[in-house]
């Protein structure tokens, strides 16, 4: 079946086969349908597999062809975990939706509201929000939910996990019931399940692949590399595969912004990219990665989630998370859509072994062990650009580890 033998409004289908969006994935074939039945949906599939046009298309189809008369607020609210992803999604909904009449905004913290209250003054169907600062705006009295016809929630499990779920629940209680409820996620465990069926009526649940959420795409491997010794191992990597783009994930902005250090002592050019930067710096550098004006960023799990830049070849576990979902979700960041993806994990063998047992009980796939002969470990510390330096001293301080949530 191809996009244009689905009967949705002929301006989605002629956008979508500008953008080569032929075929719908899988995901979306399963879950289109239904949503343009107007049901609930629990999508579960594998990162990189198109899960934001599978609600996207029918999402702009249901505005596009039910209008309203007059314009009486928000129609449709996509709840996401980070502001990128915010932007991102908006995105995505402005691209597929440009011949439409449908009008969607991103909405997020870390920038001034002024001018997002301006907007919201004006026509908006589809509003693409991260909880805290849509939460500030509903209270202020500037965004009205009670016409809301369709709630989605992207990465899901993340959403309803604590942080979010009381603002969630409130924010619920203020959207009219006869609604439609819509998840979507890569990952979702058995607590996590029940607190979304609490929210939404009869759900039909659309799972692709069950029993392994890890992308098909990409390739896995973990290499014993000591805490000391990981940064003269990724200088290796970088120089191997010269022409390739990475994102190489650490546990701290702090690691981030001194992995960087490290690689530019050794003359090689990198951007960290973390929560505690500031807003339009964040957006800033994404958006010179996405375009390609460098090929290594070096972040926390704060871009773990859900961002979509298909050149990423390699994904660099530099630290393991400590979180097992969040190594799918990492390693999920390259392999997208039909790309071959690699993904390689630095574990050292004092703290991170039980993190990488933790991994691999989740996945129930035992990752391919990258042995290190031992003369070629201490050729590739040798051989690193600058070896002497006290990196040690630098890093020591930072490696006990701490809480990751509030670390992003
Ligand atoms: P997920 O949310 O499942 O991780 P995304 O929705 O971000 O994945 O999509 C992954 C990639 O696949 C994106 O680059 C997107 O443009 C592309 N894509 C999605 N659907 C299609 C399609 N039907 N045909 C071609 N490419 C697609
Ligand atoms: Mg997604």
Same mark, same amino acid.
């Given at each position: 079946?191809?996009?244009?033998?689905?009967?949705?409004?002929?301006?989605?289908?002629?956008?979508?086969?500008?953008?080569?969006?032929?075929?719908?994935?899988?995901?979306?074939?399963?879950?289109?349908?239904?949503?343009?039945?107007?049901?609930?949906?629990?999508?579960?599939?594998?990162?990189?597999?198109?899960?934001?046009?599978?609600?996207?298309?029918?999402?702009?189809?249901?505005?596009?062809?039910?209008?309203?008369? %007059?314009?009486?607020?928000?129609?449709?609210?996509?709840?996401?975990?980070?502001?990128?992803?915010?932007?991102?999604? %908006?995105?995505?909904?402005?691209?597929?939706?440009?011949?439409?009449?449908?009008?969607?905004?991103?909405?997020?913290?870390?920038?001034?509201?002024?001018?997002?209250?301006?907007?919201?003054?004006?026509?908006?169907?589809?509003?693409?929000?991260? +909880?805290?600062?849509?939460?500030?705006?509903?209270?202020?009295?500037?965004? =009205?939910?009670?016409?809301?016809?369709?709630?989605?929630?992207?990465?899901?499990?993340?959403?309803?996990?604590?942080?979010?779920?009381?603002?969630?629940?409130?924010?619920?209680?203020?959207? +009219?019931?006869?609604?439609?409820?819509?998840?979507?996620?890569?990952?979702?465990?058995?607590?996590?399940?029940?607190?979304?069926?609490?929210?939404?009526?009869?759900?039909?649940?659309?799972?692709?692949?069950?029993?392994?959420?890890?992308?098909? %795409?990409?390739?896995?491997?973990?290499?014993?590399?000591?805490?000391? =010794?990981?940064?003269?191992?990724?200088? %290796?990597?970088?120089?191997?595969?010269?022409?390739?783009?990475?994102?190489?994930?650490?546990?701290?902005?702090?690691?981030?912004?001194?992995?960087?250090?490290?690689?530019?002592?050794?003359?090689?050019?990198?951007?960290?990219?973390?929560?505690?930067?500031?807003?339009?710096?964040?957006?800033?550098?994404?958006?010179?990665?996405?375009?390609?004006?460098?090929?290594?960023?070096?972040?926390?799990?704060?871009?773990?989630?859900?961002?979509?830049?298909?050149?990423?070849?390699?994904?660099?576990?530099?630290?393991?998370? !400590?979180?097992?979902?969040?190594?799918?979700?990492?390693?999920?960041?390259?392999?997208?859509?039909?790309?071959?993806?690699?993904?390689?994990?630095?574990?050292?063998?004092?703290?991170?072994?039980?993190?990488? !047992?933790?991994?691999?009980?989740?996945?129930? !796939?035992?990752?391919?062990?990258?042995?290190? =002969?031992?003369?070629?470990?201490?050729?590739?510390?040798?051989?690193?650009?600058?070896?002497?330096?006290?990196?040690?001293?630098?890093?020591?301080? =930072?490696?006990?580890?701490?809480?990751?949530?509030?670390?992003?």
């Amino acid at each position: 079946m191809k996009f244009k033998d689905y009967s949705i409004a002929e301006s989605i289908k002629s956008q979508l086969e500008r953008m080569k969006f032929n075929k719908p994935t899988d995901i979306q074939f399963k879950t289109i349908p239904h949503i343009l039945e107007g049901e609930d949906v629990m999508a579960i599939a594998q990162t990189g597999t198109g899960k934001t046009a599978a609600f996207v298309v029918p999402i702009l189809d249901k505005l596009e062809r039910k209008r309203r008369k %007059n314009y009486s607020g928000i129609r449709c609210l996509v709840m996401v975990p980070t502001r990128e992803l915010a932007q991102q999604i %908006n995105t995505v909904f402005q691209e597929i939706g440009k011949e439409t009449s449908v009008k969607s905004f991103g909405l997020y913290g870390g920038v001034e509201q002024e001018q997002q209250i301006q907007r919201l003054s004006k026509k908006v169907d589809v509003l693409v929000a991260t +909880p805290g600062r849509m939460f500030d705006l509903i209270s202020q009295g500037h965004i =009205d939910v009670t016409g809301v016809e369709h709630l989605i929630l992207d990465e899901a499990d993340l959403m309803l996990d604590m942080g979010f779920l009381k603002d969630i629940q409130d924010i619920v209680l203020k959207i +009219p019931k006869k609604r439609q409820t819509l998840f979507f996620t890569a990952t979702i465990d058995k607590k996590i399940k029940s607190l979304a069926y609490s929210v939404v009526r009869d759900a039909i649940r659309i799972q692709i692949s069950p029993k392994n959420p890890v992308a098909k %795409n990409v390739d896995h491997a973990v290499a014993f590399v000591e805490m000391d =010794d990981k940064r003269f191992f990724l200088e %290796n990597v970088l120089r191997e595969y010269e022409d390739d783009m990475f994102i190489v994930f650490v546990r701290t902005k702090v690691r981030a912004e001194r992995v960087v250090a490290a690689l530019a002592r050794a003359g090689m050019e990198s951007h960290f990219f973390h929560g505690g930067m500031e807003q339009k710096d964040r957006f800033q550098i994404l958006d010179k990665f996405r375009k390609g004006e460098f090929r290594v960023l070096v972040t926390t799990d704060v871009a773990a989630r859900g961002i979509d830049i298909p050149s990423v070849k390699y994904v660099i576990n530099y630290d393991l998370p !400590e979180e097992p979902e969040n190594y799918v979700h990492r390693c999920g960041r390259c392999g997208r859509g039909t790309n071959r993806g690699q993904a390689l994990s630095f574990c050292d063998t004092q703290i991170e072994m039980e993190f990488l !047992e933790l991994i691999e009980e989740y996945t129930g !796939e035992t990752i391919t062990r990258h042995e290190i =002969d031992p003369n070629e470990y201490k050729a590739i510390i040798f051989d690193a650009e600058d070896p002497t330096y006290d990196w040690q001293k630098l890093l020591d301080d =930072d490696n006990k580890f701490s809480g990751t949530e509030e670390e992003w």
